[in-house]
């Protein structure tokens, strides 16, 4: 079994073209380059999103979640690029399949987005996605993305 490589967002910031506000990924643990790893969102009350969702019971979007989950998806994959620096390709989304939110999550959580590649064909993979806090499962899905030119 090899050793999980945490990267700091100095690294996710070489891996993901993402910027403020939607880089949705504050630190990357890969178990498996390319295949299997999590990122760490901090949710904080300042994120622009709460001032509209919803200002007075303020609740992170589904849609930002399943994004976070593929910005961690596509910064494993990277991670396994001999010099993801230098390396002219990306990883874009494609599809998503079977998605679930089954709890809200708030200002101060600590979003845990798990992802693994469970299909790999050329240049596109299908990863199985899970974001948790506390343990508990918020939110999953399916999703396609591939590989190709910047």
């Known amino acids: 079994m090899s050793e999980v490589k945490m990267y700091p967002i100095e690294e996710i910031m070489k891996m993901l073209p993402h910027r403020y506000p939607f880089l949705l990924v504050d630190r990357l643990f890969v178990e498996e380059p390319g295949t299997k790893g999590y990122g760490i969102k901090n949710v904080t009350m300042n ?6 969702h919803f200002p007075n019971n303020p609740v992170m979007p589904g849609v930002l979640q399943i994004e976070a989950m593929a910005q961690t998806a596509g910064a494993v994959v990277i991670s396994s690029f001999e010099n993801y620096e230098e390396d ?7 599809s998503i399949d079977g998605v679930k939110f089954r709890k809200m999550v708030k200002p101060g959580d600590q979003l845990e987005m798990h992802v693994e590649k469970i299909k790999e064909r050329r240049n596109i993979f299908v990863f ?22 910047k």
């Open 128 to 149: 199985k996605a899970q974001s948790l806090v506390d343990g508990q499962v918020v939110s999953e899905a399916e999703f396609t993305a591939m590989i190709a030119d």
């Open 88 to 94: 002219k390709r990306g990883v874009y989304f494609m």
């Open 47 to 52: 994120e622009e999103f709460f001032q509209g």
